[in-house]
């Protein structure tokens, strides 16, 4: 029987990396709707999400246990992960652009982001 | 192509023996045979008298057969290890220790344990040598079916997923396409009528009927529909000569008759034997009755071994100890093989408890629940009082129903907040998940575990193995808490009022003052090693065993004829195991002429059992 769990280990399909991209803590799903209690800090961000997407950027989340080579080949993100722990998740990326360390941005700093807007 | 062959009913109607005896048929007959259990507390090393485990075994002395059993625990550590090689040697390790709590949580198990079960349908290969016959003796039906309707809902859940959010618990959706496939061949192997047959054990008794006939039922809307039915525990005529085993024998020729009408597929009988069923040769023998209708072997008559005929009962007053709230509200939580009495066990102790004026609550989480059944009332999802009794109040804790109000509660609290419509549309599906129906029952049972106003909470658990799960949660959960509080995403003023909850759950469950574990039995092997490990795995989160009940146990005053003697000392030497194994104070049900029914039964029963002084003087 083979050794390999073919979920991980996949790379998105996609060479190009999304617009934007979330370096998601550990949690049972994005919508934080798994675990005991909600979490309406998650339940906000996932409409994010959906509002972006609905715009046509293209968005990504990832998690450790699912995806541990899109935190590998980020090395800036690895970096904080490495220096920081826990404390440095989330990270979000925006166009490869580290924007947000340790806490979810609003909408507003996403846009301002993907608009070239320097904080 | 490879036949697979399912086995279901509710545990302890000889399912095993029955799925070991074909094995061991069909082996003989020179068809490489693999026997694969699914079921958290198996037994098959216990039938075929050596060690299995979990991977491919060959049987000793059948030499087509190998077995397997599939250890949830180990199947998730599995699984675990596999997904955590990567993270092992990447990140740091407070990242690898959160990452490695988090997969202890209840889905990776189901995850895990499933996972290995559609690797036997999808590719039922040894070293490239193909079987001709693959067998699973499957968990209580209850469970059984959960299994089974999992790829039902996964295939859904994935398809979902692709729409939605792009990640469920299983990954995100585009890497598990292969896993897809191979839950759907699964399924699909499943309905082929012509590769794959479900066959139904079952006792000719109400409550036996009634659970087959749900299963089928549940199977029949997954659009499975190849099944065969096995009836056993036929008492034979020299059974039938003593009156208690006679009056048996009638109310079983009466469901015989239902069986024969209610069910349009092919049957077959099995009869009671005077000993039990384990080791290669008895299966053997077994084989002879039931495929080649051989008589079961006479009995020696020369043999009868002196009946000890002792009270193997403990003293009323340290049983009652363990049920009698003590100053506070005592919870008594019945445990044990699903078939085993839980439900008449719990019954007989809620009726007694509120006869003695306690108000109490009697609960139960089992999908296959009949509280209804032995209450002779009706009992529905909300707390109801007991028509006819005083003080009992009872409530049956439908997973699925629970697991509805809880989806509508969390979403209809996210329309209040104003969330849109597209968010709303992805929360549903991901609650659709298969974890949410295990969370809302178990968090439907700590609301009414944890009301005030009861003196004394029941809980009719659900079989062993999903029970083990279900009461082993509030530590996971709590753990998940503690990794959600450690991982920085926000610790919300929700997260510490339902952390306090399950703190006091955990208390509660693990506090012998507070808690009863009462394990239900039967007096024969199988059923007391399944109990064992059962309170052994419980130990391992703080829980120990309290109270024993021995279900089916034959008055000594009917021992009248070789057949029912044969059967008693089989018993009495099982008594003795499980005192010794235990050593908790042990109580007794015995065999009755008729299935235990009613109030006035219940009552009559609980004076025995509880009471006996009152009785005899």
Redesign the interface.
């Known amino acids: 029987?083979s050794?390999?769990?073919?979920?991980?280990?996949?790379l998105?399909?996609s060479v190009a990396p999304a617009d934007v991209e979330f370096f998601d803590?550990?949690?049972?799903?994005?919508?934080?709707?798994?675990?005991?209690?909600?979490?309406?800090?998650?339940?906000d961000m996932?409409?994010i999400?959906?509002t972006l997407q609905?715009d046509h950027v293209r968005v990504e989340?990832y998690?450790?246990?699912?995806?541990?080579?899109a935190?590998?080949s980020n090395a800036e993100v690895?970096k904080l992960?490495?220096e920081k722990?826990?404390?440095a998740?989330p990270i979000i990326v925006v166009r490869g652009r580290v924007i947000k360390v340790?806490a979810y941005p609003s909408a507003e700093e996403i846009s301002a982001a993907l608009n070239g807007e320097i904080k | 192509m490879t036949q697979f062959i399912f086995f279901s009913g509710k545990g302890g109607v000889g399912k095993t023996s029955m799925a070991c005896a074909h094995a061991v048929r069909y082996a003989d007959e020179g068809q490489r045979t693999l026997i694969v259990t699914t079921d958290p507390a198996s037994n098959l090393a216990d039938v075929f008298e050596q060690e299995i485990g979990h991977q491919v075994t060959p049987i000793a002395g059948v030499p087509n057969l190998s077995a397997m059993e599939i250890d949830p625990d180990k199947a998730t550590q599995e699984y675990i290890d596999r997904a955590m090689a990567p993270i092992r040697t990447a990140f740091p390790p407070q990242i690898v220790q959160v990452m490695e709590e988090q997969m202890s949580g209840p889905c990776t198990a189901e995850v895990a344990a499933f996972d290995r079960f559609t690797d036997f349908l999808d590719v039922p290969a040894n070293n490239g040598l193909a079987f001709d016959v693959v067998i699973f003796d499957t968990a209580p039906t209850g469970h059984t079916i959960r299994l089974l309707e999992l790829p039902a809902e996964w295939s859904q859940s994935i398809d979902a997923a692709s729409a939605g959010s792009g990640q469920t618990c299983l990954g995100p959706a585009a890497a598990i396409q292969d896993a897809k496939h191979k839950y759907e061949r699964a399924l699909s192997a499943m309905r082929q009528s012509a590769q794959t047959s479900f066959v139904f054990v079952l006792h000719p008794e109400a409550i036996s009927i009634k659970e087959t006939r749900r299963a089928i039922h549940e199977l029949i809307k997954l659009d499975i529909e190849t099944f065969r039915l096995i009836i056993n525990g036929i008492i034979p005529p020299e059974g039938a000569l003593n009156p208690l085993f006679a009056a048996r024998a009638k109310m079983q020729a009466g469901y015989l008759v239902q069986i024969e009408s209610g069910f349009p597929y092919s049957k077959q009988c099995m009869t009671l034997l005077a000993d039990e069923i384990k080791g290669i040769s008895k299966l053997r023998q077994v084989g002879k009755i039931f495929f080649d209708g051989e008589p079961a072997s006479r009995l020696d008559e020369g043999a009868s071994v002196q009946l000890q005929s002792e009270t193997l009962s403990s003293s009323l007053d340290d049983v009652r100890a363990r049920i009698q709230p003590n100053g506070h509200r005592r919870t008594v939580f019945f445990a044990g093989k699903g078939g085993v009495g839980k439900t008449v066990a719990s019954c007989i102790t809620a009726v007694w408890l509120a006869r003695e004026g306690h108000k109490t609550l009697l609960l139960t989480t089992d999908p296959a629940a009949h509280l209804g059944d032995v209450l002779d009332t009706l009992v529905g999802d909300e707390v109801t009082p007991v028509s006819e009794q005083a003080n009992l109040w009872a409530a049956n804790i439908d997973p699925k129903a629970a697991a509805e109000t809880y989806k509508a509660r969390i979403l209809d609290d996210a329309r209040q907040r104003g969330r849109p419509e597209s968010a709303i549309l992805m929360m549903e599906e991901e609650l659709n998940s298969p974890c949410t129906e295990e969370m809302a029952a178990f968090d439907k049972f700590i609301e009414y575990a944890s009301q005030d106003e009861w003196d004394s909470v029941i809980f009719d658990t659900a079989p062993t193995g999903h029970t083990l799960r279900l009461l082993e949660l509030p530590v996971d959960w709590s753990k998940q808490i503690d990794v959600k509080v450690f991982a920085s995403v926000d610790a919300t003023a929700a997260d510490d009022v339902a952390k306090e909850r399950f703190g006091k759950v955990i208390e509660m469950m693990s506090d012998p003052r507070q808690s009863t574990f009462a394990f239900v039995m039967y007096p024969e092997s199988t059923p007391i090693l399944e109990a064992w490990r059962a309170a052994q795995e419980l130990g391992t989160v703080g829980v120990h065993p309290g109270l024993v009940v021995a279900n089916m146990v034959i008055p000594p005053e009917h021992t009248t004829t070789p057949f029912v003697q044969s059967r008693r000392i089989m018993q009495e030497k099982y008594l003795k195991e499980i005192a010794q194994r235990f050593s908790v104070p042990l109580v007794q049900i015995p065999l009755l002429p008729i299935e235990i029914k009613g109030l006035k039964m219940l009552t009559e029963l609980g004076e025995q059992m509880y009471d006996m002084e009152k009785v005899t003087v």
């Open positions: 029987m050794n390999v769990i073919p979920l991980l280990n996949t998105p399909t803590p550990p949690m049972c799903c994005p919508t934080g709707l798994c675990g005991p209690t909600l979490d309406q800090t998650l339940l996932n409409e999400v959906l609905r989340r998690q450790m246990a699912s995806n541990p080579n935190f590998l690895m992960v490495r722990q826990m404390e998740l340790g």
